[in-house]
Nanobody
Framework: QVQLAESGGGSVQPGGSLRLSCVASVDTFDGNHIMAWFRQAPRKEREAIAVIDGGGNINYPEYLKGRFTLSKDNAKNTLFLQMNNLEPEDSAMYHC??????????????????????WGQGTQVTVSS
């Protein structure tokens, strides 16, 4: 059983930045876990915004490339999401997730919520002026 705890959310103005953290209860950077950041806005589907596979490869949806950056601190079992130039449309609950796999079989699986069994409770991000 893996437990995940997110933090770092808050309220910022458009154009601002936030850095989210996700601490895992086990070593999820041992090469046998895939980790991801998802977000869910009210009345919208939960969408993946950054993923890292067991080999350390990082991928983002095309529309987010350049504004969000995923990184990790292996020693602290912590995943980060640096978010810059935030827009009101980025307002959502942000969750981290993990699955005990090194890789998925298809690229699409990395971005589907159904692919991940373990989730954190989330941290709220609100972008408004």
């Amino acid at each position: 059983q893996v437990q995940l705890a997110e933090s770092g959310g808050g309220s910022v103005q458009p154009g601002g930045s936030l850095r989210l953290s996700c601490v895992a209860s086990v070593d999820t950077f041992d090469g046998n876990h895939i980790m991801a950041w998802f977000r869910q806005a009210p009345r919208k589907e939960r969408e993946a915004i950054a993923v890292i596979d067991g080999g350390g490869n990082i991928n983002y949806p095309e529309y987010l490339k350049g504004r969000f950056t995923l990184s990790k601190d292996n020693a602290k079992n912590t995943l980060f999401l640096q978010m810059n130039n935030l827009e009101p449309e980025d307002s959502a609950m942000y969750h981290c997730a993990t699955e005990t796999r090194r890789y998925f079989n298809t690229q699409g699986e990395y971005f589907r919520r159904e692919s991940y069994r373990y989730w954190g409770q989330g941290t709220q991000v609100t972008v408004s002026s």
